[in-house]
């Protein structure tokens, strides 16, 4: 019989919370109660660096007064207005606005809420693109090993981390994988892109003679893959999955969910690798991970296929409650002059060279097997413990935050992206407290 048990005041028991160790985490909490700029506030009073960026998204810093103020402001002016047949002008103006920072190429924006929903919304416009054009046998898609695209089924179908799938039944049928590109025998302590690899796009040719061009929809990748510790494309890689892409009619899809809003030194990793995909997933940076927000990018190409028909009927059966909200919307522009006022991606870009230098002067530390960097991105590689896979990383994220520094940990690798303000001092700050938590850690 269920106990008749109110919660106590500060109970943690009720709420379950996600991608969390949570028998863990409510023995010993770690609570944050307060950010600004480079830091987290804990509950206990202590000041955290943070070194992620929360988790990926706030690529501004905390609470800038900027962003603050737009979401307070339009809170009070206009809260909600309907998604569906009607609009409000800053969702239009956020639109806009994104189409003049993405790469040349991609002129329409679909909102989401999230990571996961964007690509929910990728997947789907890709097979009823092909459908709008007279293809509709178009419907497989591809993914990649070790790729992360969100935890909808959409996602962890053609996503590659084994954990996110497993539990989860069958998943969407028609989904095949590229092989994922880290060749540690390789490529291990390869500063920015690594040498050896390119020929893994070629796989996709593979998969197209197995199943035939004309029943593939689209190939999704992370053009950086983070989630699942950073790994880079090799040199050459995505130029050949754009060909080979383009030649077979396949949509190119960038989940960009990461590697978008200066991550890597240009507003989209797009940009910065010069090659540009057929569609884009967005989130996290847009509104600096304040208010939950996504969007999907795509060329004129894909919406237009969709702009045919009688004019009174809608053109594609999806769209959220909350696409475009009005407050998201306003701390989406906010947060885009955040950006550019400050000129943050270029500060990236900058800032990169002593971010790499800093993050590979830990190789031959205690456990470390591996260092990868592109960015204001870096991961740093750890030897797992015996039979015990994630036990060494985690360890090294509790103590990092006992010593004060906010680092994230997949696998047995550390990950860390700093919000773009950060200053040199605390590169060093966060790096040479990693190095002391690797040196004392079992
Ligand atoms: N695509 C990519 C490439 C992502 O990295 C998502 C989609 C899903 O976004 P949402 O907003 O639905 O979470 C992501 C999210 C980590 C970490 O520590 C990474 C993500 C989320 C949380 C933690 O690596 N990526």
Redesign the pocket.
């Known amino acids: 019989m269920a106990l008749d048990r109110k919660p106590a005041p500060n109970d943690l028991d009720a709420f379950w919370m996600p991608?969390t160790a949570n028998r863990q985490f409510k023995k010993a909490p770690r609570m944050f109660v307060a950010a600004k700029d480079m830091h987290y506030t804990t509950a206990d009073g202590r000041e955290v660096l943070d070194g992620?960026a929360g988790?990926?998204?706030c690529n501004a810093g905390h609470c800038r007064p900027k962003i603050t103020e737009a979401i307070r402001k339009q809170a009070g002016e206009l809260d909600y207005a309907p998604a569906f047949q009607m609009g409000h002008p800053i969702a239009f103006e956020l639109a806009n606005r994104l189409i003049d920072i993405a790469p040349e190429g991609m002129e329409h924006v679909f909102y989401t809420?999230?990571?996961?929903?964007?690509?929910e919304t990728a997947l789907k416009i890709a097979i009823a693109y092909h459908r709008a054009r007279g293809e509709g046998q178009r419907t497989r898609l591809i993914g990649r090993e070790r790729?992360?695209?969100?935890?909808?089924f959409g996602?962890i179908s053609v996503g590659g981390i084994v954990s996110n799938r497993k539990h989860f039944g069958t998943l969407l049928a028609g989904v095949d994988h590229l092989p994922h590109t880290h060749l540690p025998d390789q490529n291990a302590y390869t500063r920015g892109q690594p040498e050896h690899g390119a020929n893994l796009a070629d796989e996709l040719e593979r998969i197209v003679a197995l199943h035939g061009a004309e029943t593939i929809a689209a190939v999704i990748v992370?053009p950086m893959?983070?989630?699942?510790?950073v790994l880079l494309p090799p040199k050459g890689y995505l130029e050949k999955l754009r060909a080979i892409t383009k030649k077979r009619g396949i949509l190119l899809i960038f989940?960009?969910?990461?590697?978008g809003f200066g991550r890597l030194g240009s507003a989209f990793a797009g940009q910065h690798f010069g090659v540009v995909p057929d569609m884009m997933?967005t989130?996290?940076g847009l509104t600096n991970g304040v208010i939950?927000m996504?969007a999907v990018m795509c060329s004129a190409e894909v919406h237009d296929a969709f702009m045919q028909g009688p004019e009174h009927m809608i053109e594609l059966f999806h769209g959220y409650t909350y696409s475009g909200n009005p407050i998201a919307s306003a701390a989406g522009i906010a947060t885009l002059d955040t950006y550019k006022e400050e000129g943050l991606f270029e500060r990236a870009a900058e800032l990169a060279p002593y971010w790499e230098e800093a993050l590979h002067s830990l190789k031959g530390t205690r456990h470390v097997i591996d260092i990868r960097n592109m960015g204001l991105i870096g991961a740093v590689e750890l030897a797992p413990i015996a039979g015990e896979p994630t036990k060494r990383a985690f360890n090294a994220f509790l103590k990092a935050y006992e010593k004060g520094i906010l680092i994230?940990?997949?696998g047995d690798i550390i990950?860390m992206s700093p919000p773009l303000i950060i200053e040199k001092p605390q590169i060093d700050q966060l790096i040479g407290t990693l190095k002391e938590v690797l040196e004392t850690l079992e």
Do not use: M, Q
């Open positions: 991608f992620t988790l990926w998204c809420n999230s990571g996961s929903e964007s690509v790729g992360y695209h969100g935890v909808n996602g992370e893959a983070g989630s699942t510790g989940d960009e969910v990461i590697t997933t989130a996290k939950p996504g994230r940990t997949t990950a």
